[in-house]
């Protein structure tokens, strides 16, 4: 075949050209590929100068990649044209198809415009169809949707020639192929990027797992997680070796329970009350041992995925010692540190918790005024729309106390009896107050001896002694009295000599509408009447 005919030409472009998109598709990155379509025009569609201008995300076209004159590339590399002036040019030109060809008679206008161009020097053309070099030739690229993705600028034909129906239509497959290569590269890209991504994604959540099993699994204080849902809501599902330890159970035997099921029965409340997301709360919980351990728990809600399933976190803190140091203080704070009774404030506080501000009216009985005050508290709740309870004014649990009016023995209260030691003062100035207080020992012990458990003995300071008894009628108030001065007469050894010390008691009643210092003054008047009323070789002793 003739090197020279119209056919042979065609089948070497088709060879040119289909070397040069398998070229495009090789490619590695986006970089390597906008070269590619480049260096292809160059090599396989008869063109000196090619430059691929690549619509950036702002919309402008930057020349991304130059092939054919390193004086062009390094005028023109990097440079950006307004998406403006690029519509313009591709507006105006003559149109080849899908190209765009603007003569130099029209390209005047464009000189002063900002889109990067350069111009190879030549000789005017003489004849017609030559290529002028000013002429500008476009091939615009799209991708499949039809957005514009970049423009194949192309300059100084090898034959110097305008390019015919062939070489356009060479062109025009060329940019198609060269969009789709850009396209895929982005993709690739993209892909790359966010397989890249996703790995770092899935590194940094198997760190944060191992970070948390690591936290979880050898963390000083108890950890466990447990289901927040289904039937087995509240089951423990994994616990640590500090929990384990704590409550003495091994993992195994720990996730056949809940913390219900551990929780001391006092403290179930607590636990129910306690709020699932951020939750806090302290109570005991039950060891293999069968004892319980105060702790306090910390809770919060965590998920295994983004939809999946929900879990309760626990903070187990062990706070035993806390807790008996708190003990401690309180019981320091409300009890005698010298012989360990109730103090004055604590006896105080006791026999206010009985008491209310509204005296039973005489003649009146307890159910009487039970069934009076409920249907007064039960109309003003009706009438002025307000439930009961809100009122506050009556409480249905209230025990109310009266004193016994005769010495009925079906008549009961509260009795307060009032012991003042005779002749303490005396033991003290002679031997010293560390036998005195080696007395007041002895005697809240014998006194504490003589009572029942649900009874109160009370040291209120010096030598007197209180002691609150309820449900007693008058003459076993006066019984126990008695009993309380014989178990405090007999003689005392300390340091190797004996001491005496008698007592006298006064019996006072608390009754709803006094106060807890009226109650006490007058046991304490009854107390003096009654030591008054005795001689005082009969009260001294010691």
């Given at each position: 075949m003739d090197t020279d005919s119209e056919p042979y030409v065609h089948l070497a472009t088709l060879r040119q050209l289909h070397q040069s998109v398998a070229q495009l598709n090789s490619a590695r990155s986006l970089a390597d590929t906008l070269q590619a379509v480049a260096d292809?025009?160059?090599?396989?569609?008869?063109?000196e100068l090619a430059a691929v201008n690549l619509v950036r995300q702002d919309g402008d076209l930057v020349v991304a990649a130059i092939s054919g004159s390193q004086a062009a590339e390094a005028m023109m590399a990097g440079r950006v044209g307004s998406r403006a002036s690029w519509e313009r040019r591709l507006s105006m030109g003559e149109v080849w198809g899908e190209l765009r060809f603007i003569p130099y008679t029209d390209g005047?206008?464009?000189?002063?415009?900002?889109?990067?161009?350069?111009?190879?020097?030549?000789?005017?053309?003489?004849?017609?169809?030559?290529?002028?070099?000013?002429?500008r030739l476009f091939a615009p690229m799209y991708s499949p949707d039809g957005e514009l993705i970049g423009v194949i600028s192309v300059d100084k034909p090898v034959d110097g020639r305008r390019p015919g129906p062939w070489g356009c239509d060479a062109l025009q497959m060329y940019a198609f192929q060269s969009a789709v290569a850009i396209n895929n590269s982005r993709?690739?890209?993209n892909m790359q990027r966010a397989l890249v991504r996703l790995e770092r994604e899935q590194q940094a959540l198997r760190a944060s797992e191992e970070s948390f099993r690591q936290a979880f699994e050898y963390a000083p204080s108890g950890m466990a997680i447990a289901e927040m849902g289904g039937d087995e809501r509240g089951r423990l599902i994994k616990t640590n070796d500090a929990l384990c330890r704590l409550l003495g159970r091994p993992a195994s035997m720990m996730r056949r329970y809940s913390f219900s099921d551990l929780v001391h029965p006092e403290d179930v409340g607590t636990l129910l009350r306690t709020s699932a997301e951020g939750g806090r709360a302290e109570l005991r919980l039950n060891r293999r041992d069968g004892s319980y351990i105060w702790v306090s728990l910390r809770n919060s809600v965590v998920a295994d995925t983004a939809d999946g399933p929900r879990f309760l976190l626990t903070h187990v803190e062990d706070i035993e010692e806390r807790k008996r140091h708190e003990l401690q203080l309180a019981h320091r704070a409300s009890h005698d540190s010298l012989t360990g009774l109730p103090n004055s404030a604590e006896l105080r506080a006791r026999l206010s918790a009985r008491l209310c501000e509204r005296p039973l009216p005489a003649g009146t009985s307890v159910q009487d005024f039970f069934d009076a005050q409920a249907e007064t508290y039960a109309f003003a709740a009706e009438a002025f729309d307000q439930p009961q309870a809100a009122l506050g004014a009556f409480d249905n649990h209230h025990e109310h106390l009266t004193a016994p009016e005769s010495d009925d023995p079906s008549e009961k209260g509260l009795a307060v009896l009032f012991c003042d030691l005779d002749g303490f003062k005396s033991i003290n100035d002679r031997f010293g107050h560390h036998c005195g207080d080696a007395v007041l020992i002895e005697v809240a012990r014998r006194l504490a001896g003589q009572v029942r458990d649900n009874d109160t003995v009370a040291r209120l300071g010096g030598d007197e002694f209180v002691v609150l008894a309820d449900g007693l009628g008058a003459p076993d108030a006066a019984d126990l009295a008695l009993r309380l001065r014989n178990a405090i007469i007999p003689p005392i050894r300390v340091e190797g000599r004996s001491v005496r010390v008698g007592a006298s008691f006064g019996i006072g009643w608390a009754a709803c509408g006094m106060s807890a210092e009226d109650v006490l003054q007058s046991a304490d008047q009854r107390m003096y009447v009654e030591k008054r009323s005795r001689s005082k070789a009969h009260r001294r002793a010691g």
């Open positions: 292809g025009v160059v090599s396989g569609l008869g063109f005047w206008v464009l000189d002063e415009d900002d889109v990067p161009q350069w111009h190879h020097t030549a000789p005017a053309p003489q004849f017609a169809g030559e290529w002028h070099p000013m002429d993709l690739r890209s």
